[in-house]
């Protein structure tokens, strides 16, 4: 059974450099990507497993795998669409406009986003979410691929901070690799996923 596939990525390995090297890209996907594709499929098929032996002890360590290589497999599909060898600038339209009330102004978000991504302690990410209880945007710090979440958000804009997603080209200058992304986010992608997730209701309890 499996359900989960790797994505291709949608530009060649070195489409993004200088900005991200294709030894990184090809490295990412081709291993730490796959990785997490395989061990959510691993860890589905061990919950079938353990199910049908009952052998119901193993499922709390199972639903962490899970939920660590799941949230793995989503996150990094995101973040390959939301880079773009085409990509840099800013958003115009809807999104400009959120991220105006909800941030005030595009200057102050980018520097709340790159904060986020650089205060991380260990393995994380920083990203963009609609929150849509609130119906809003917020910034949510990613604790390895699945703690610290706004349960209801939704993603829009994600930024790997896990050291495998820059140290080969800036080693500890962290900060260097978040400030290239800015140069290939795309923001026709990200516009897509917010008009998308505007669409989710919530219903206040
Ligand atoms: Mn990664």
């Given at each position: 059974m499996n359900q989960y596939k790797l994505p291709d990525l949608p530009?060649?390995?070195?489409?993004?450099?200088?900005?991200?090297s294709g030894k990184i890209m090809e490295l990412h996907h081709d291993k730490h990507h796959a990785g997490y594709v395989n061990g959510a499929n691993a860890a589905l098929e061990r919950l079938d497993e353990a199910r049908t032996k009952e052998q119901f002890d193993r499922i709390p360590a199972l639903e962490r795998s899970l939920a660590f290589n799941l949230s793995g497999h989503i996150l990094h599909s995101i973040f390959w669409r939301n880079l773009s060898p085409q990509g840099g600038g800013e958003p115009t339209g809807e999104l400009k406009a959120a991220l105006e009330r909800d941030f005030g102004g595009f200057a102050a978000f980018r520097r709340q986003l790159n904060e986020v991504a650089g205060s991380i302690m260990g393995s994380g990410w920083a990203a963009l979410v609609?929150?849509?209880?609130?119906?809003r945007l917020l910034i949510t710090q990613i604790?390895?691929?699945?703690?610290?979440?706004?349960?209801?958000g939704v993603p829009l804009l994600v930024l790997d901070a896990w050291e495998h997603a820059y140290y080969l080209q800036y080693q500890n200058r962290k900060a260097e690799f978040f400030g290239a992304c800015w140069n290939v986010f795309n923001w026709p992608d990200v516009a897509r996923r917010f008009e998308a997730a505007r669409k989710l209701r919530l219903d206040a309890a």
């Open positions: 530009y060649d390995y070195g489409a993004l450099e200088p900005h991200v609609w929150e849509p209880l609130g119906a604790y390895d691929h699945q703690s610290n979440l706004n349960q209801s």
